[in-house]
């Protein structure tokens, strides 16, 4: 009390842990302390061990220095609002920044199916898919051997001709005849032994006339021949039977042929702006954009608009003193929210099939909801009104009640009518509570894959054009492009997404802004 | 203060950006480097679906114990191909895969698995159309240990006879039909976006073809078989087929609701493939299993052979005992026959085969139905072909016109493949 009074005056925000740190360390608030912080240390020393392997200095230092600092930070007690801060800062940055960051880089690449390894992987992938057995060929069985310690004895292969029984044993020297099997003086590895050494197995080599004797698994092995070998000086591999050969092309990040063939194996480059110029200039993107992009601006403000005034009408019915049953009818309305929507699409997709579907059955119609387009587009907006207004009625309940009734009680002071009332008390100030939330919606709305694809798969499609369907959006048309037919090409979905990012920042920077001068009318 | 603070969070945003940064570089050179780094373990990691992992579970254990290594089974439920890609390259992939043999292409262009070599025992001891299809490029990349491909099942009570044409199989669709014991003719999945597997024998009878063969044997994308008049003739026929003719091929049956209707006896003939068996004798339903009916004076009507393969990964740590599990292991009858009791689709080793066959009079049907079948291409531009040949199946059901239809989705077909 009396410190209290006696206290600086002047001081308006009064901070007791800043002033008397002792206080704030009971003993579970220091056991709590002390467990996370050892969580951190460990957590540190636990991604320090691979970063020293892989010889990652900088990330190591980088690593040091910022355990160091949260350190710091948590055991002096200054610095009070760091400590509030540094916690969501650091999963702003690993949730947020770092993902966008690294969409981004991939962006730039050609990081995909065929692309998604360095150039060094792509080579052993050749040179190794090439071995083949030479024909006619013996099969051997196999021992593998050393005449040192098992675990680190230089390696030998002791091979078996099953047919005239003839023992020898291979070291990268080649093949010499063997006295014993296994000879005086060698020790067979056991199953385990040799798969302590797998690579060194796999990689080794026999040489003999026509190729090399390699292990196939370790009981057996066969005598085969890389058929393409790469060589460093040209940069080019060469078809050793045919004589053809793929030049390294760093640009394209593949080996390509005089005659245009390329290997199949490729590697992952810098490729520039290439992925955007490409959704700039490809064809059957321009073609198809436009219509799509109407489409889903239609999608997202029908689909957020919808639910809205469906969600609010419920609302407001609700709040009226008339109504019984109150309780029965939010659980009621509340269901559809509370149920997998991603099950639920898969159900409606079912209720609207033509022959067997809930709908058409009930009322005795035979539409092919999904197979036109117009009904097709009506059909998924109906599926998210029911997907989306309990949401909306829930958040609109909220906000009416937070509406002070005096409001409401001097517009009928004022002789104004309940539709008036409403129009010009209420609404307005729903808004101001809800803009944000509608905002978000829109955004989300306007990337909503799943409910399109779980229904309609962005269909149905012209006959004449398999690419792009009457209920596509951006996201489902463009990740039909980038993961459909060539298989998956990342660098080019990321480049895409960076698109959709600046659409959909841009029309909710212009929404905010608008909400922010309504904001300032109405308060 | 405040500055301090800002200092603080300035400095600690930049060390964690630059970790974030390392890491993604980390990333990159991970996969090269890291077999070799953590090779020195008695481990063996096999991935594969959730069904089978529960059926090799033993064969593993005992694998291990005759061995003395560890064998670890993990089950994958969802998206197999992708996770098993995108883990290989950082490194953290298994040694051995379980999965469909059309991932091969795939798989090679990215450098996630590597050939086996099989003796000539061996591959003599597997039936010759899963060789055929395991075999890329000329070469043999995996053991195969079971094979799946589409048949005509039919409720025997509603027919009792096998359709020899389609035309026959229409004619008796369209009399169950009109005497009310059946509401369709023909279960074919199809839905909004059309079914290429399905559709394939029928458009194959019709005498279209994908893709043309290259004089080694593999399928050549650069003979795309979308577009040549064969297909427009095959679409045709489809059409005739469809809503606006004869009513035997819908959109509106699914591949949720194709074998329902069929157990609902709603439909006397059902096309799909082994899984569907055991909806149908859980239905109490009489049926037989035939091969696809072709069109009359037609070519035969060939369903794809699809097969279920081990694959060595290349970026696995443990590559021999991988190679030595999946050549010498997986060829054994006994792992064949679990597998086949785990989920019953006839074992691609002739000698399994037998030993099963005896329990199961459906699986020589199914032999018998895919006695014909054609290897699913694995060349990675089948992944072209499937949403625009579906999609222009669905809109020639839908009475679209065949040629603009086709052209279309040759088009489209041929712009994806590089």
Request: charged share 15%.
């Amino acid at each position: 009390m009396t410190t209290q009074l006696e206290g600086p005056a002047t001081r308006a925000l009064p901070a007791p842990e800043e002033t008397t740190p002792e206080r704030s360390t009971t003993t579970a608030g220091l056991l709590v302390k002390i467990v996370l912080l050892g969580l951190l240390v460990a957590t540190a020393v636990w991604a320090a061990f691979p970063l020293a392997s892989g010889e990652h200095w900088v990330g190591l230092g980088i690593l040091l220095a910022t355990t160091a600092g949260l350190l710091y930070l948590y055991i002096t007690p200054r610095h009070i609002p760091a400590k509030y801060l540094v916690p969501g800062t650091i999963f702003l940055i690993i949730f947020q920044i770092f993902p966008v960051l690294y969409t981004a880089s991939t962006a730039f690449t050609n990081f995909g199916d065929g692309h998604r390894g360095t150039k060094a992987e792509a080579v052993t992938a050749i040179q190794t898919a090439s071995v083949t057995r030479v024909p006619g060929s013996t099969e051997y069985q196999l021992k593998i051997v050393t005449e040192g310690d098992p675990a680190t004895g230089a390696l030998a292969f002791l091979i078996t001709d099953p047919k005239s029984g003839q023992v020898s044993i291979g070291d990268a020297d080649g093949l010499k005849p063997a006295d014993g099997n296994p000879p005086a003086g060698w020790t067979v590895l056991n199953a385990g032994q040799a798969s302590a050494r797998s690579k060194e197995i796999t990689d080794f080599a026999v040489p003999t006339a026509a190729g090399a004797i390699r292990s196939a698994g370790l009981s057996r092995a066969y005598e085969g021949k890389a058929v393409r070998a790469f060589d460093p000086a040209t940069d080019s591999i060469t078809d050793t039977t045919s004589g053809k050969v793929w030049k390294a092309d760093d640009d394209e990040g593949a080996f390509i042929a005089a005659d245009g063939e390329r290997l199949a194996q490729g590697w992952k480059v810098d490729v520039g702006f290439a992925n955007f110029t490409r959704v700039l200039t490809d064809e059957t993107i321009s073609k198809d954009f436009l219509r799509t992009l109407i489409w889903d601006f239609i999608f997202a403000i029908a689909s957020t608009g919808g639910t809205f005034v469906l969600g609010m009408f419920c609302a407001i019915a609700l709040q009226s003193n008339r109504m019984r049953f109150k309780g029965f009818y939010r659980v009621a309305m509340v269901l559809p929210y509370a149920m997998p929507s991603f099950a639920m699409l898969l159900v409606w997709r079912d209720m609207f099939n033509t022959d067997f579907g809930l709908i058409n059955n009930v009322l005795g119609i035979h539409v092919d909801w999904l197979g036109s387009a117009f009904s097709a587009q009506i059909a998924v907006l109906l599926v998210q009104l029911w997907l989306g207004y309990p949401y909306m009625f829930l958040v609109t309940t909220g906000a009416l009640q937070a509406i002070p009734g005096e409001l409401t009680d001097a517009t009928k002071v004022d002789g104004a009518g309940p539709f008036q009332a409403f129009r010009a008390v209420k609404l307005p100030l729903l808004l101001v509570a809800l803009s944000p939330l509608l905002i978000s919606s829109f955004a989300f709305n306007f990337n909503n894959f799943n409910a399109i694809y779980l229904t309609t798969e962005g269909g149905p499609f012209p006959a004449d054009n398999p690419s792009n369907g009457a209920t596509d959006l951006l996201i489902t048309y463009t990740y039909r492009l980038a993961f459909g037919g060539s298989g998956a090409q990342y660098g080019f979905a990321a480049a895409i997404s960076i698109f959709i990012f600046l659409i959909v920042a841009v029309v909710s920077v212009v929404s905010f802004r608008r909400t922010r001068a309504q904001e300032e009318v109405y308060s | 203060m405040r500055i301090r603070t800002a200092g603080v969070i300035a400095a600690s945003m930049l060390c964690l950006a630059g970790v974030a940064a390392c890491g993604d570089k980390k990333d990159d050179k991970a996969a090269g480097s890291n077999p070799s780094a953590a090779a020195a373990s008695g481990e063996l990691v096999i991935w594969a679906d959730d069904k089978r992992s529960a059926a090799l579970k033993p064969f593993a254990d005992k694998f291990g114990q005759e061995n003395g290594v560890t064998v670890k089974i993990q089950a994958i439920s969802k998206d197999q191909q992708t996770a098993f890609l995108t883990a290989s390259q950082q490194g953290s992939g298994p040694d051995v895969m379980v999965g469909a043999h059309d991932w091969i292409g795939n798989l090679v262009q990215n450098g996630a698995i590597d050939p086996v070599q099989l003796s000539d025992a061996q591959k003599s001891g597997i039936q010759a159309g899963a060789i055929k299809a395991i075999t890329f490029n000329g070469q043999t990349y995996g053991v195969p240990y079971a094979t799946e491909n589409l048949g005509l099942i039919r409720n025997t009570e509603l027919a009792p006879t096998a359709p020899a044409t389609i035309e026959d199989l229409v004619a008796t669709g369209k009399k169950l039909k009109a005497e009310k014991k059946a509401s369709e003719i023909l279960c074919l999945q199809s839905g909004q976006n059309g079914d290429a597997y399905h559709s394939y024998p029928l458009y194959a009878s019709a005498g279209g073809y994908l893709f043309g063969t290259t004089a080694s044997g593999d399928y050549d994308a650069k003979d795309l078989g979308v577009g040549k008049p064969g297909s427009i003739a095959a679409f045709e026929k489809l059409r005739a087929l469809g809503e606006k003719g004869d009513g035997a091929l819908k959109r509106s049956i699914t591949g949720d609701n194709s074998i329902a209707t069929f157990t609902g006896k709603k439909c006397a003939f059902l096309v799909s493939g082994p899984w569907a068996t055991a909806d149908v004798k859980k239905a109490g339903i009489k049926y037989d299993i035939s091969p696809i009916p072709g069109f009359k004076g037609g070519k035969e009507a060939t369903p794809f052979l699809g097969v279920q393969t081990f694959y060595v990964a290349s970026k696995g740590k443990n590559k021999a005992l991988a190679q030595e599990f999946v050549t010498n292991y997986v060829t054994t009858p006994d792992l064949a026959v679990a597998l086949y009791n785990a989920e019953p689709r006839p074992p691609a080793l002739t000698a399994a085969l037998e030993q099963v066959k005896g329990q199961d009079p459906d699986l020589a049907k199914w032999a018998d139905a895919g006695k014909n079948a054609i290897p699913l291409p694995a060349i990675p531009a089948m992944a072209a072909i499937w949403e625009p040949f579906g999609k222009a199946e669905a809109a020639v059901i839908g009475g679209a016109e065949a040629k603009t239809t086709v052209e279309a989705a040759a088009k489209t077909i041929s712009s994806s493949i590089k």
